[in-house]
């Protein structure tokens, strides 16, 4: 195959020994990438806008590991994004070897918080194991901000009652009959702010608080920084300005 690439003008090479090589060395590279890194974890509640940060520190030329976005996921029961199906594993870990690699451990590299699964896919030990261990850094949001920002984000679910549902009758062995047939009621009625906050009070939070703090080691000593609707939409370019200063004050 190589050959006949190149006759027709591909520059075409081929791997020796084969793809198996290639995978033994992205596995080998998953090992031991995480732990040269210089992590900063952004820690919050869902809702708080960990991800538009995340955004935002990349825009301003931060170095960022985007799970998320490399998964096809937003981490949650919620989180399958609109037509982009999530990567096989073993294509999820080759896209997370590459911005592992391009990286400069000499500078910090902000990644959002998250626990061993995005959606169907696990994250590496090594480098969940460094996120735990990691400086954390907590956004803090009230609860009508966090609401706006979920049905921002979320948007694409408002207008999708049937994919909406699907997702919230797979939490019924977690909630019971009951509280999901209020919550397809809150759908049919359009009231997704209700479900949202409820959502945000019932499952999500109460999922947060169990899982965070038992991780993430530095979480106790953490710096705070408190978003309000106030804000405005720009708060986390501010943010990112702000962090991205302090790195190089810092440097």
Known sequence: MTIVLREIGWDARQLEGGYKAFRRH?????EVLPLRLDLKVICGMTGTGKSRLIRALAARGAQVIDLEAIAAHR???????????????K?????????????DPRRPIYVESESRKIGDLRVPEPLIAAMWAAPCIVIEAETPLR????????????????TLADRLSALTTLHGRARIARWLALVDDNRHAELVAELL??????????????????????????????????????LAAQLTDEESVAA
Not at 76 to 89: D, F, I, K, R, W
Not at 147 to 162: G, I, P, Q
């Open 26 to 30: 992205v596995i080998d590279e998953l």
């Open 147 to 162: 609401v706006a920002l979920l049905m921002d984000e979320y948007a694409h679910f408002l207008t999708d009652r049937s």
């Open 201 to 238: 009070e019932l499952h999500y939070d109460p999922a947060y608080r169990r899982s965070i703090g038992s991780h993430y080691a530095a979480l106790a000593s953490a710096p705070t920084i408190a978003v309000s609707a106030h804000d405005g939409a720009a708060v986390f370019d501010r």
């Open 91 to 103: 294509a999820f870990e080759t896209r997370l070897w590459q911005a592992l690699a391009r990286l």
């Open 75 to 89: 981490g949650s029961v919620l989180g399958g994004l609109p037509e982009a199906p999530q990567p096989s594993q």
